[in-house]
């Protein structure tokens, strides 16, 4: 079983910064795309950004130039670098990871559990 935690999130002032993070652990063969979505309150969760094992990113046209996603491969470790925040942004962010818990194992989606970013003043 693979298990994604995720941490950072948290309450800031709109034009603020805040970057989560995500570890996958637990029976890992490999990890391949991961990601963050996100879902605030009335609506469905939508895509906030991807990043492949060769490092290809996707983003949302919502984030674009505000938000960065990165990954640390050995760490099996995603991050989302979030600047100049709106409260529009305000939902609660998931983690993302698609991953093979064994070598002939089918890839898998596994989910966190969520993190709450608040941008308010």
């Known amino acids: 079983q693979v298990q994604l935690v995720e941490s950072g999130g948290g309450l800031v002032q709109p034009g603020g910064s805040l970057k989560l993070s995500c570890a996958a652990s637990?029976?890992?063969?490999?990890?391949?795309?991961m990601g963050w979505y996100r879902q605030a309150p009335g609506k469905q969760r939508e895509l906030v950004a991807t990043i492949t094992s060769g490092g290809s990113t996707n983003y949302a046209d919502s984030v674009k130039g505000r938000f960065t996603i990165s990954r640390d491969g050995a760490k099996n470790t995603v991050y989302l670098q979030m600047n100049s925040l709106k409260p529009e942004d305000t939902a609660v962010y998931y983690c993302?990871?698609?991953?093979?818990?064994?070598?002939?194992?089918?890839?898998?989606?596994?989910w966190g559990q969520g993190t709450q970013v608040t941008v308010s003043s």
């Open positions: 637990g029976r890992i063969f490999r990890v391949n795309a």
């Open positions: 993302n990871a698609e991953a093979r818990e064994y070598y002939y194992s089918r890839s898998v989606d596994y």
